[in-house]
């Protein structure tokens, strides 16, 4: 089902979102582990990004476990990002994995940099399922260019805004627009970030590939590592609520962001370039799903007193 849509600091966190409707000493309620696939059975679950790479095979396993899937994707291109954005027919083909698994999806076209459209799309999806559990904020770009040389002073900002705005800030609008339903529903829930390795560890300036790869490079580090500060301030004011926020930090995944022709272009003129990504173990890339696995544990209730986490699914990059 397509429904086409327009396009602080942890102390104050807290006292936004504190509300003591508990009596004290009683404990949260939470359900019982289930068997295998239904670990989520009856959930629903919002899911940005959703369109293909990451985002479409969280869709699909999450479904698999019996989820409800709300999908968000801008499905056009970002200004000053080369790399080819989704497209209408990308976000037709999860809708099409998650019907396949016998669950509804509902999609909405636009934009994460929009805090109007994500909360439309959360009051769409309470009148719509009653209910939302499960939130993961997927969305992100890498604005990498095969363009050799020096860049303007225009573009080298809009490279390092269009980065930040969409991969920070479109994951905070995406909690902040969330997170009021979660908590009048009182179910309790999960929260995810897609963080990176990036999220972790400091990367080398990429100065000697050309000022627009270096500035894209920047921009996703800086934003990455944002979401750690994020998820931990949401986590610490949202555990009286029994929601809980962590953050997934993969090495290099499979998808149509590091698997292109800008990558294999900029591989082929520096032979080196991204020697710096390789992993301890011997694969250089996960798929997708290896990410999606690591993410069930995270939402389900086999991780439902896992918050404020860092979890990384790297093949040992971190081993350093």
Same mark, same amino acid.
């Given at each position: 089902m397509f429904v086409l849509q327009h396009g602080t600091v942890a102390a104050s966190l807290v006292e936004q979102y504190h509300q003591p409707t508990r009596r004290p000493g009683a404990r949260p309620r939470v359900s019982r582990v289930k068997g295998p696939m239904t670990l989520i059975k009856g959930k629903v679950a919002l899911i940005t990004g959703v369109a293909r790479g990451q985002g479409r095979a969280h869709a699909s396993r999450l479904a698999a476990e019996g989820a409800d899937v709300v999908g968000v994707d801008i499905c056009t291109q970002p200004d000053h990002v080369s790399i080819p954005g989704a497209t209408h027919e990308d976000l037709r083909e999860t809708e099409r994995l998650v019907s396949r698994a016998? @669950?509804?999806?509902?999609?909405?076209?636009?934009?994460?940099?929009?805090?109007?459209?994500l909360r439309s799309v959360v009051d769409h999806t309470i009148a719509e399922f009653g209910r939302l559990d499960i939130v993961c904020a997927s969305a992100g770009v890498w604005a990498i260019s095969a363009a050799d040389g020096a860049v303007?002073?225009?573009?080298?900002?809009?490279? +390092?805004?269009?980065?930040?705005?969409?991969?920070?800030? &479109?994951? +905070?609008?995406?909690?902040?627009?969330?997170?009021?339903?979660?908590?009048?529903?009182?179910? &309790?829930?999960?929260?995810?970030?897609?963080?990176? =390795?990036?999220?972790?560890?400091? @990367?080398?300036?990429?100065?000697?590939? &050309?000022?627009? =790869?270096?500035?894209? @490079?920047?921009?996703? =580090?800086?934003?990455?590592?944002?979401?750690?500060?994020?998820?931990?301030?949401?986590?610490?004011a949202l555990a009286e609520h029994s929601i809980r926020v962590n953050c997934l930090a993969p090495t290099g995944v499979r998808t149509a962001m590091s698997q292109?022709?800008?990558?294999?272009?900029?591989?082929?003129?520096?032979?080196?370039? $991204?020697?710096? $990504?390789?992993?301890?173990?011997?694969?250089? /890339?996960?798929?997708?799903?290896? =990410?999606?696995?690591?993410? /069930?544990?995270?939402?389900?209730?086999?991780?439902?007193?896992?918050?404020?986490?860092?979890?990384?699914?790297?093949?040992? $990059?971190?081993?350093?």
């Open positions: 016998g @669950q509804r999806f509902v999609a909405h076209v636009g934009d994460v940099r929009d805090f109007g459209f303007s002073d225009a573009e080298r900002a809009g490279v +390092w805004e269009t980065t930040i705005a969409t991969n920070l800030m &479109g994951a +905070w609008n995406t909690l902040d627009a969330a997170i009021p339903a979660m908590i009048k529903a009182g179910n &309790g829930g999960s929260i995810t970030l897609i963080g990176s =390795v990036a999220s972790m560890s400091g @990367q080398l300036p990429m100065d000697s590939l &050309g000022s627009r =790869v270096h500035a894209a @490079q920047m921009g996703y =580090v800086a934003s990455k590592h944002a979401l750690v500060g994020l998820m931990r301030s949401y986590a610490l292109n022709e800008i990558v294999e272009a900029i591989g082929e003129r520096h032979p080196s370039a $991204f020697d710096v $990504f390789a992993n301890r173990m011997p694969i250089d /890339v996960l798929e997708p799903e290896d =990410v999606s696995s690591v993410l /069930v544990h995270l939402v389900s209730d086999s991780g439902r007193f896992t918050t404020g986490v860092v979890l990384p699914v790297d093949g040992g $990059f971190l081993l350093r």
